[in-house]
């Protein structure tokens, strides 16, 4: 299966809100709500931010939230702060037992 | 709280077999309510999923890779491994294991991550 695309990089100022989109197939995105979503701090593990498209996982501020729309899905942080600048990356369940991940977006806080 | 570790050689010759193994501390590698998965990421690229376990021996692969990978578990050291057979230079990457939830039966998210390991394939 083909990653699912991303922007490769969006940028926001303190305080304010942006979005990353992730943009995959009827066969995937389209077809199940089972999208999360990690950010990804260079050389450190990468860590769940949203599950099933629209839960925050434990711990995870609720600056952040995911949406759906079709084959698109969707990251948006508000408030954005200095600590948010990372990788994020999407993952999407693509049917048949198996998994695949967006190319990754760098955002960067201006 | 459980934690993930990732352990093997960092360093593998072209055409060999390059093997990692995670293991899990502060809980069990039986519980039947996750999968267990690998994923790499390349010097400068994204994220991809290499294949996941589940704790009766299941397995599910990437088939990008084309039948090299092979994915185990040893329940009773709490542990699974990752075999990728004929590696070349494309092959180096941080290779990380984390615990997939589930989700209807199905394969979902990744939490927690390892903290990754290095793997080099050069002669």
Known sequence: QSALT???????????????????TSSDVGSYDLVSWYQHHPGKAPK?????????????????????????????????????????YCCSYAGSSTLVFGGGTKLTVL | QLQLQESGPGLVKPSETLSLTCTASGGSISNRHYFWGWIRQPPGKGLEW????????ATYYNASLNSRVTISVDTSKNQFSLKLTSV????????????QGQTVGRMSWFDPWGQGALVTVSS
């Open chain 1, 6 to 24: 991303q922007p490769a990089s969006v940028s926001g100022s303190p305080g304010q809100s942006i979005t990353i989109s992730c943009t995959g």
């Open chain 1, 48 to 88: 769940l931010m949203i599950y099933e498209v629209t839960k925050l996982s434990s711990g995870v501020s609720n600056r952040f939230s995911g949406s759906k729309s079709g084959i698109t899905a969707s990251l948006t942080i508000s408030g954005l702060q200095a600590e948010d600048e990372a990788d994020y």
């Open chain 2, 50 to 57: 290499l294949g996941s376990i589940y704790y009766d021996g």
């Open chain 2, 88 to 99: 070349t230079a494309a092959d180096t990457a941080v290779y990380y294991c984390a615990r």
